[in-house]
């Protein structure tokens, strides 16, 4: 039987990029978000206070059927030793998940706001005949600053993802939570995975990162973003200037809470900003 951890955080943060570089150990399983997360939600539903089936399932059952899903999901990974699986919802879903499985841990990919905004924005731009899924109809698509609005509330793309890694990273299983920054992981990836492994409590590999390798095209496609999920051969940070206006980005530059571990058990390996032009990573295991 596999061993289940989590990979969850921020979107355009470098989680199908972990995937692509774990999936290289022979021991691992792991890619982008799989439908296990909205399959865990839609059963919760179904069978909790206030369905038609909540009243003749027990808590025992649910955890019976939840935990089937993983397990049925995964049957053909059975190989595998550890299967990572990869949802922005797991952030939110700590206590049921760890009761599930109690030695699992979670990894949170992050960055700063700003730069995922833009790089949904690029994405956005990049495919200018397609009416993405993103969105639900013109008045939330007609502008940057409409689009950008739309994803930072609370129950969209980004607003959602930012608030389930706050409860994470502040609440009672933080200390099961690794918390890894884009930035450091696309710079020295050779210093970060070690960080993941000894996090894990894995034996370290050796991991290639001039050739990772991963693409969903025809899932990409069907959201309206072609792209979203390709990931280049070389792992690199590139350096560019931003898309967006400056007071937007402005606006969502400081929301990365996550560089102030004070209050908090979870782990974090990420670019702290100095007080010269250079940065300096902190990493907390």
């Given amino acids: 039987m596999s061993h289940y951890h989590f990979i969850s955080g921020l979107p355009r943060s470098g989680s199908t990029l ?15 978000s799989s439908p296990v997360g909205a399959l865990f939600s839609g059963l919760l539903g179904q069978v909790s206070a206030g369905s038609e089936w909540g009243p003749v399932v027990n808590t025992e059952q649910r955890r019976r059927l939840l935990r089937g899903f993983f397990d049925n999901y995964y049957a053909e990974q059975s190989d595998k030793n550890v299967v990572f699986d990869t949802n922005r919802m797991w952030c939110a879903k700590l206590p049921a998940i760890l009761d599930l499985f109690p030695e699992a ?4 990919c ?14 956005y731009r990049a495919n200018p005949y ?12 007609n502008t940057v600053y409409s689009r950008v609005d739309t994803l930072a509330q609370r129950n969209r793309l980004v607003g959602f993802s930012w608030s389930a890694l706050k409860e994470a990273f502040y609440g009672e299983q933080a200390a099961s939570l690794l918390v890894v920054d884009y930035e450091l992981l696309a710079q020295a990836p050779n210093k ?3 960080l993941i492994y000894r996090f894990l409590g894995e034996e370290p590999f050796e991991h290639d990162y001039a050739q990772v390798e991963y693409d969903a095209p025809e899932f990409d496609n069907n ?4 792209g979203l999920h390709r990931i280049r051969p070389q792992v690199s940070l590139e350096r560019r200037a931003t898309v967006l206006p400056p007071d937007l980005f402005a606006q969502y530059a400081d929301m990365s809470f996550w560089q102030d571990g004070r209050g908090s058990r979870a782990n974090v390996i990420s670019i ?6 250079s940065s300096s990573a902190k ?3």
């Fill in 223 to 226: 959201l309206g973003l072609a």
């Fill in 283 to 285: 990493t907390t295991l």
């Fill in 110 to 123: 992050v960055r700063n706001v700003a730069w995922i905004m833009d790089s949904i924005e690029r994405l």
């Fill in 130 to 141: 397609e009416n993405t899924l993103l969105f639900n109809d013109d008045v939330e698509r």
């Fill in 105 to 108: 841990k979670v990894i949170a």
């Fill in 18 to 32: 972990l995937a692509a570089i774990l999936r290289q150990n022979p021991r691992f399983h792991a890619g982008m």
């Fill in 272 to 277: 702290q900003p100095a007080e010269t032009d």
């Fill in 192 to 194: 970060v995975l070690p």
